[in-house]
């Protein structure tokens, strides 16, 4: 409660504007009613995501209005979370395994051209 009234004086008295863009992203992912057709259907679900979607668009620039959607949508995205953690995972461990080989290619590469260059300055002598 103290941030909140700290946070209001300083919009009201100050004139600071506190920057939305990073919840107003993570709110349009999580109530896009995209998510909650096909084979995720919940007509409930839809519903919900349909006006907390429009309320996102609408309150953009508003950070207490987005601070609210966010706690009604915490329903939404938790189960949104448990729907893709597995698949974010595993596209994290494929992308873990490309790194390593080309940390590992480059190595190799790196050591090459070094033996090249010191076989090239102790044949020059």
Known sequence: MFMMTLRLRAIEELGIKFSTELLYEKLTAACN??????EAYNKERLELANRLYQEVLMNADNVFALEGIEEEAKELMNNMTANTALEKQSDKDN??????Y????????????LITLLVMVFNAN
């Open 102 to 113: 080309l940390i590992i290619i480059s190595a190799l590469c790196l050591c090459f051209l």
């Open 33 to 38: 009613p995209k998510n909650f057709t096909g």
């Open 95 to 100: 992308n873990d395994g490309c790194l390593t």
